[in-house]
């Protein structure tokens, strides 16, 4: 599967912006689908992740209550609203895709097979 990730940019603090990964071919609703973040000079991060019926989402605890996952199989997208931003959560975004990963290693950047080429979000204070 191939990833486009799309809709960073820049927004005040406590402002939103919505970011959109796009996936190639007619598997992408099999895929758990994720959002993982890097800030310069850090490691990336996992951001959220949501699984291929969609019932199942998981956050990190610094966006929870302020990110919401969700995907639209029918369009291949997965979604990430992000409310209420910080200067912190300034960083490039990655959308990542794996069919077969388990819940233990959502987390993890090297259990997912397929990544987006990320899209910078810069929140300023």
């Known amino acids: 599967v191939q990833l486009q990730a799309s809709g960073g940019g820049l927004a005040q603090a406590g402002g939103s912006l919505r970011l959109s990964c796009g996936g190639s071919?007619?598997?992408?609703?099999?895929?758990?689908i994720a959002w993982f973040r890097q800030a310069p000079g850090k490691e990336r991060e996992f951001v959220a992740a949501i699984r291929w019926s969609g019932g199942s989402t998981y956050y990190t605890d610094s966006v929870k209550g302020r990110f919401t996952i969700s995907r639209d199989n029918a369009k291949n997208t997965v979604s990430l609203q992000m409310n209420s931003l910080k200067p912190e959560d300034t960083a490039v975004y990655y959308c990542?895709?794996?069919?077969?990963?388990?819940?233990?290693?959502?987390?993890?950047?090297?259990?997912?097979?397929?990544w987006g080429q990320g899209t910078l979000v810069t929140v300023s204070s």
């Open positions: 071919g007619r598997t992408f609703s099999r895929y758990t």
């Open positions: 990542a895709a794996d069919s077969s990963i388990i819940v233990s290693s959502l987390s993890r950047p090297d259990a997912y097979d397929y």
